[in-house]
Nanobody, 119 residues
Framework: QVQLVESGGGLVQPGGSLKLSCTTSGFTFNTFSNYIMSWYRQAPGKERELVASISSPGNTANYADSVKGRFTISRDNDKKMVFLQMNSLKPEDTAVYYC?????????WGQGTQVTVSS
């Protein structure tokens, strides 16, 4: 059974940085590298939105306009992990951040990790 577990969230001041990790398990053989890995976030009272995604091979990354230049998504296929480096954090980045794995009809979500940006 595939599981995704996010970690690295917390409270940070505006302008600060956090690095989120998504640890996965249950992917058979080398199928993890087939999955498009994404980070989403959901703020209170708002819909869940795509923050960044990364494909494999090639590690092609895409970002929401609101985080371009501040966030960097990366993946380690050997460790079956995905990361989100978040710099220059703003209060509007406050949300629960979710990791998602997608390959054709196979879709898996993590349980989320809270990120709060506040002074």
């Amino acid at each position: 059974q595939v599981q995704l577990v996010e970690s690295g969230g917390g409270l940070v001041q505006p302008g600060g940085s956090l690095k989120l990790s998504c640890t996965t398990s249950g992917f058979t053989f080398n199928t993890f590298s087939n999955y498009i890995m994404s980070w989403y976030r959901q703020a209170p009272g708002k819909e869940r939105e795509l923050v960044a995604s990364i494909s494999s091979p090639g590690n092609t990354a895409n970002y929401a306009d609101s985080v371009k230049g501040r966030f960097t998504i990366s993946r380690d296929n050997d460790k079956k992990m995905v990361f989100l480096q978040m710099n220059s954090l703003k209060p509007e980045d406050t949300a629960v951040y979710y990791c998602k794995a997608t390959w054709y009809r196979s879709v898996y979500w993590g349980q989320g990790t809270q990120v709060t940006v506040s002074s």
